[in-house]
């Protein structure tokens, strides 16, 4: 059930827990550039990427109860649809305006299909971030403004955002592109697919 903002209704349990767990226990954190940053790095620290129930074939229900169960209560990892959608139902629950998105990862192509799912995200100061907890080995480790060639480090890796025509482009260290773009969900077709 969705309140009229978008936001959850009410807050299921798993997901009181999962807040709670990712690094906004305590008092109510405000939906700022400080929390998001801690809650991004909380959850990618913590959750690891993995995508074996799709491909064995077994499907990944996407709705937020299955989401809370296997990431939260059985501690399991998923892929980046399962882990943004459930990153984006905790931050809206923080009080955060989050837009989802599907993304292509270029990989030196330009025209692959958009089957990778991310987040922008509103932070109370008036800022939109780029909010990515679902990549992986290579991915964000904290979230990075929407600034023309803003920029994040941590150790020796390197990412950065910037425009290349209409699409925003997301460049690691390795110089692979994520550009961010909106699209209509396929999640069925990604999760069955052979």
Not at 4 to 20: E, F, K, N, S, V
């Amino acid at each position: 059930m969705l309140a009229d903002a978008g936001r959850p209704a009410t807050a299921p349990r798993h997901l009181r827990a999962r807040i709670a767990r990712r690094a906004a226990a305590g008092p109510r954190r405000a939906p700022s550039a400080e929390t998001l940053r801690a809650v991004h790095r909380a959850h990618v620290t913590a959750i690891p990427f993995e995508n074996l129930d799709v491909v064995l074939g077994r499907g990944a229900p996407i709705d937020l109860e299955s989401l809370q169960d296997k990431l939260v209560g059985r501690r399991r990892g998923g892929y980046c649809h399962e882990h943004n959608l459930l990153f984006a139902a905790a931050l809206e629950r923080l009080g955060f305006r989050v837009t989802r998105h599907l993304a292509r990862i270029r990989l030196g192509r330009l025209h692959l299909p958009r089957t990778h799912a991310t987040l922008t995200v509103e932070t109370e100061e008036g800022g939109r971030w780029l909010a990515d907890v679902g990549f992986g080995g290579e991915g964000l480790v904290e979230p990075l403004p929407f600034p023309d060639g803003a920029a994040a480090r941590l150790g020796g890796w390197e990412w950065r955002l910037g425009r290349d025509g209409d699409f925003w482009v997301l460049r690691d260290h390795l110089g692979i592109e994520l550009p961010e773009r909106d699209a209509a969900a396929l999640l069925p077709r990604l999760t069955t697919a052979p």
